[in-house]
């Protein structure tokens, strides 16, 4: 006992009141009494990291754990449900928190007889309780997103064979959002086909080349976007002039590297994580909880370039449109090039543009190139002089008059503001 000091032992976790007249040993006897009564709860978290939705999610069960602290959290390994059920069976867990994909884990896992808590909502009437994200929630966002910006019509891409659960929620509470507002269209994958095959991947490409245009696309999750930004761009159709995309899950990596990158719904699975363990938390203690499901909402819709459009119903338009955002560094850029790249005259051009977006093609090229301003200076450490030049401003001079005439603020006073 004596290489042990006082120090050694966190005494206020444990409960215990320290006093400098204290026996150190009696507190010692004490703690070790109330550690072996007390231990740390065995909690099994059957949640894979294979995409950044369970990734937050346990970044969230993990922020609870270490609040309460008294769990010890034990990644199961992936597997099937008789491998995990076995797992299960000699670990001497004592709740569990899942991501329940089919019928079969959840007979497995309720089996066990353990408080359980499922962040998936694969499976229902299976008598546990759950936490997920509000897929009418998300519907909402989406549906909003595309009225805002006047599409007629909108369409629904599927993950992968479409029967996934929270798939087929999404495309029928985007449906009932969208009545009334105009058509809805929904891709059916082919049947017995993988997805991505050459099958699929023509099927793709033949639906999007038979919608009407312009439309909107709503991607059940982020990785079908990039199917749907491919098929486009193989059929030669201008996104978002065209054809509007937007994802969900916000998954940074793939919105950043699909091209244009992906619009997408931003999700709160970091508070499904940690509202799923405080659930299980009651479970434990036995407190019912109020209710057997609880539902997360969005936080918000991202929005970037494949979604970043007002719909525009003339082609000749869209196309110069289209040709200002892949040119837009070009200082020299103007009514003349913009009219020789649709083909048609520099007057007729002007009046049809005028026409479909109620401004001259000088104005607009100029609240594009602002806006593309503003996002570099929030969220990139380029210097003034490179965001000038890429948003086709040139000098820095011209650029810090541009805002201070449109916005009224100089390009540093906005960039002070944002957190470092």
Not at 76 to 91: A, F, N, R, T
Request: hydrophobic residues 40%; charged residues 25%.
């Amino acid at each position: 006992m004596s290489g042990i000091s006082k120090s050694d032992i966190n005494l206020s976790k444990l409960g215990i009141a320290f006093s400098e007249d204290a026996d150190a040993l009696s507190i010692l006897a004490q703690a070790m009494r109330i550690a072996v009564s007390s231990p740390r709860k065995r909690i099994a978290l059957v949640v894979y990291t294979s995409f950044e939705p369970g990734r937050e999610t346990l970044r969230g069960i993990a922020q609870f754990a270490h609040e309460l602290d008294n769990w010890r959290l034990l990644h199961v390994p992936e597997g099937d449900h008789i491998s995990i059920s076995e797992w299960l069976q000699s670990s001497g867990v004592e709740g569990i928190i899942a991501r329940i994909g089919s019928d079969a884990m959840a007979q497995a896992l309720h089996a066990t007889g353990l408080p359980i808590v499922d962040v998936n909502r694969a499976v229902h009437d299976i008598g546990i309780h759950q936490v997920d994200v509000d897929d009418e929630g998300i519907a909402a966002l989406v549906a909003q997103h595309f009225t805002d910006r006047g599409f007629h019509h909108i369409g629904f891409y599927p993950h992968e064979s479409g029967v996934q659960g929270w798939s087929q929620r999404r495309c029928k509470y985007l449906q009932e959002k969208w009545a009334g507002r105009g058509g809805f269209h929904i891709f059916e994958p082919p049947v017995n086909e993988l997805a991505g095959s050459k099958a699929q991947r023509d099927a793709v490409r033949a639906w999007i080349r038979a919608l009407p245009k312009p439309i909107g696309i709503m991607v059940a999750r982020d990785d079908g976007g990039l199917m749907v930004l491919d098929a486009c761009r193989e059929e030669n159709m201008l996104v978002p002039e065209q054809v509007a995309v937007v994802g969900v899950d916000n998954d940074q990596p793939l919105c950043d590297l699909s091209s244009p990158p992906l619009s997408s719904v931003r999700l709160n699975h970091h508070k499904v994580g940690y509202e799923a363990a405080q659930v299980l938390d009651q479970l434990l203690k036995g407190t019912k909880p109020s209710s057997e499901r609880l539902l997360v909402q969005p936080i918000n819709l991202v929005t970037r370039r494949s979604s970043n459009t007002n719909a525009i119903s003339d082609p000749t338009v869209a196309l110069g449109i289209h040709l200002i955002h892949e040119n837009l560094s070009d200082s020299r850029l103007d009514n003349d090039d913009l009219a020789r790249g649709v083909g048609i005259s520099r007057s007729l051009f002007q009046r049809r543009f005028r026409k479909e977006t109620g401004e001259t093609i000088r104005n607009y090229l100029i609240q594009v190139r602002i806006k593309k301003a503003q996002n570099l200076l929030k969220n990139s450490d380029l210097t003034l002089s490179e965001i000038s030049g890429l948003v086709g401003f040139g000098r820095h001079s011209y650029l810090s008059y541009i805002f201070k005439k449109h916005l009224g603020i100089t390009p540093g006073s906005l960039r002070a503001e944002q957190p470092r």
